[in-house]
């Protein structure tokens, strides 16, 4: 069985963001991770690894510094890294990175590709679906829980008040939800490997049947207009009225004032 | 010279302070007040290898080396010096001279148990007479001709592990022998596993700080163990003792720097949060001129441990290689530094510094032991000097 799992590295949320000058993101300045619904995935693979001895890749694309997410993969036990880089795919959005991400997978043999729902940065929870829409792969989105029998997947796809047991032919595309594990540590013995591993790099040229109009930020119909940083808000006023009658009238008459009501 | 860390040792940094703030860390508090030994947590630690880390892969461990080692003793020691000594007495203590004294047949029979925590080591020589004057040990062990077996009787203290523990090192006199004219005690090292008959253990003790590591009296009476448990050559313990000491001492150095840098930063953050005068205490230079020396301190003792661990390493290719200099002042220097780092940060945090729920007061009470154990502070000076006056 052959696990083909799709990671991205994200801004860390306890660093700092920084943008360019063309609204996307800087990520060469920010500090990064593994994205946690993409690891959850992976932590499913690896599963799969342990029960059926899968062979796990761990793909991505993005900048030369990315190959540390699939080290970090390899670490945890993945078999092989691919990172996917160069500069005419930069500034992609969720149509040139599917596109992309498609274009690498179909030099590769797989059962079951996995990614994560979405990305912590971006969350358009896409890019998933759309691989397998180029892929011409059936989707299964939500994975909260993931089982495999015979050629078949069960998956149990969660929604915010239910859930869907749905069964899907492999090959197949899942897309896991950070609650679907509790991924593994890296151990201290894989990272010694995973820094000796050899990270297989794929440019433009591998990518296979994609067409260069869908590619990086001209292949991206979506224009960033304006992007910033999260506004810090102010102290606030803190008061302490005596009744709840009188907190209601200061919040109705402060509500009034800006018009709000 | 480059005192950059490799990108294997950022990984490991990453992989020990992620586990320690996740695993470690929210148990600290309660390990210490109920002094219980971290069960759970060792598990999994052993799990993920840190159990076995320069152990190599063909016995069950990681393959790592003795900084990767020093830095997962550093990174649980920063929220918790108990787990910080278990991982160092197993690894320096027991791994260490079964790694490097063991027989093939001894190395395949403990070390891949060893190696991924299935199994605690401790190790046993200090005595009630016998604590700094390691040549004062009264435990002997006679070998049983008929039997083929060692009978050791006697008792040894302060065993960290002690009851959790499940392979022992036991130094032991096994004679007497003449050197340069005078009666010596031959001294012998033996490994020893929990449930030998006549192997039982004393009293726990009620310690100061480390409290939740499991320290225990070990006796031994008319206990009989296979001839093939002898460790290293007959009479050679003492040696096999002294240079078991030398390794743990960068790990119980490791354990030390974590405990400052833990204190530190711990401190860091509160001086920012708390206000006094109107201001936070981080804006008034007496805190920022402490902080400064304790920072510059922390720095210093890192180096001196990453230093000394990096020797050890050299040893381990080439067994010509001496660290003993070096392990002494990583220790001498990081116990007394982390003995000044956390009592100045629990005076930065005034009178909060001097309560339970406050971990500072912990990192105190933990910094104590690390002048004492594997070496006092005085015994560092002792090999330092014999070295330099030669």
Known sequence: MKVVVCVKQVPDTKGGVSFNPDGTLNRA?????????????????LRLKDEYGAEVTVLTMGLPKAADVLREAIAMGADKGILVTDRVLGGADTWATSTTIAGAIRNLEYDLIITGRQAIDGDT???????AEHLGL????????LKIDGDKVIVKRQYDDRYHMIEAKMPCLVTALAELNEPRYMTPGGIFDACKAEITTWGRADLKDVDDSNLGL??????IAKASDKVRKGAGTKVTPDSPEEAAQYITDRLLEKHVI | MDFTLSKEHEMARQLFAEFAEKEVAPMAQEVDETETFPKENVEKMGKYGFMGIPVPKEYGGQGCDILTYAMCVEEMSKVCGTTGVIVSAHTSLCVDPILTYG??????????????????GAFGLTEPGAGTDAQGQQTKAVLDEATNEWVLNGSKCFITNGKEADIYIVIAVTGKIEKRGKMMKEISSFIVEKGTPGFTFGTKENKMGIRGSSTYELIFTDCRIPA????????KGFNIAMHTLDGGRIGIAAQA????EGALEKTVAYVKERKQFGRSIAAFQNTQFVLADLATKVEAAKLLVYKAAMKKQEYVTNNKVS?????????LAAAEIAMEVTTKCVQLHGGYGYIREYDVERMMRDAKITEIYEGTSEVQRMVISAALLK
Not at chain 1, 218 to 223: F, N, Y
Not at chain 2, 228 to 235: C, H, P, T, V
Not at chain 2, 257 to 260: D, K, R
Not at chain 2, 323 to 331: I, Q, T
């Open chain 1, 138 to 145: 059936p989707v299964i989105s939500y994975t909260q829980e």
């Open chain 2, 323 to 331: 660290y003993s200099v070096e392990a002494a002042m990583a220790k």
């Open chain 2, 257 to 260: 720097l974590g405990l400052a």
């Open chain 2, 228 to 235: 093939e448990n002898l460790l290293g050559q007959k009479g």
């Open chain 1, 29 to 45: 300045a920010m500090l990064a991770i593994m994205n946690p619904d993409d690891k959850a995935g992976l932590e499913a693979a």
């Open chain 1, 125 to 131: 929870a896409q890019v998933g679906p759309q691989i």
């Open chain 1, 218 to 223: 001209k292949g991206s119909p979506t224009k």
């Open chain 2, 103 to 120: 027989t093939e047949e001894q190395k395949a029979k403990y070390l891949p148990d060893l190696a991924s925590g299935k199994k605690i």
